[in-house]
């Protein structure tokens, strides 16, 4: 049975918890092995929105104007996990039709449904700026997890 997070009531951590642990690893070797254990294709599709320079997001860069969630984590809100099935709205060659106004205000909408901490963790991925809070999770850290992943040509 999975052990509970102190910060969290769910047995499955929150992605922004998972990359804090990842962060705090002191070797290359631990960053690896922490990313592996949590593998997803959420998290797989956070780092590549992070490190892929070929992802072109369609929303305008920096800070978004939204209101934090400030339920307890664990609680009142959606999880980044389950809400990166629709993450391709908002990057050249997902719904490019759709009309700007309402692809960033359904950003801010699934900004504001998310933990505050998750929410805070998306804004920094979509500029491509995770290391801003998440220093030490690089590109070849995360090659080496998942050789899966193959970089570059998805715009």
């Known amino acids: 049975m999975p052990t ?34 949590h593998n997803s294709s959420a998290l797989r599709q956070l780092m590549i929105i992070n490190f892929d320079d070929s992802i072109v997001c369609l929303l305008p860069e920096g800070d978004v104007p939204y209101t934090p969630n400030d339920a307890p984590v664990g609680t009142d809100h ?8 629709g993450l391709y709205r908002f990057f050249k060659g997902g719904q490019d039709k759709l009309p700007s106004l309402k ?10 449904g998310l933990a ?13 700026r995770m290391n ?5 999770i690089t590109k070849a850290v995360v090659s080496e997890a ?5 970089w570059g040509g998805r715009s």
């Open 116 to 128: 505050a901490e998750e929410a805070e963790l998306l804004v920094l991925a979509k500029d491509g």
């Open 146 to 150: 998942f050789p899966s992943i193959e």
């Open 78 to 85: 959606t999880r980044l996990e389950q809400e990166c099935r």
């Open 103 to 112: 692809r960033e205000s359904m950003f801010v909408q699934l900004l504001e």
């Open 4 to 37: 509970r997070s102190i910060d969290n009531s769910s047995s499955r951590l929150l992605l922004s918890e998972i990359l804090r642990k990842v962060s705090n690893a002191k070797t290359k070797k631990e960053k690896v092995d922490l990313l592996r254990k």
């Open 132 to 136: 801003e809070k998440y220093k030490r």
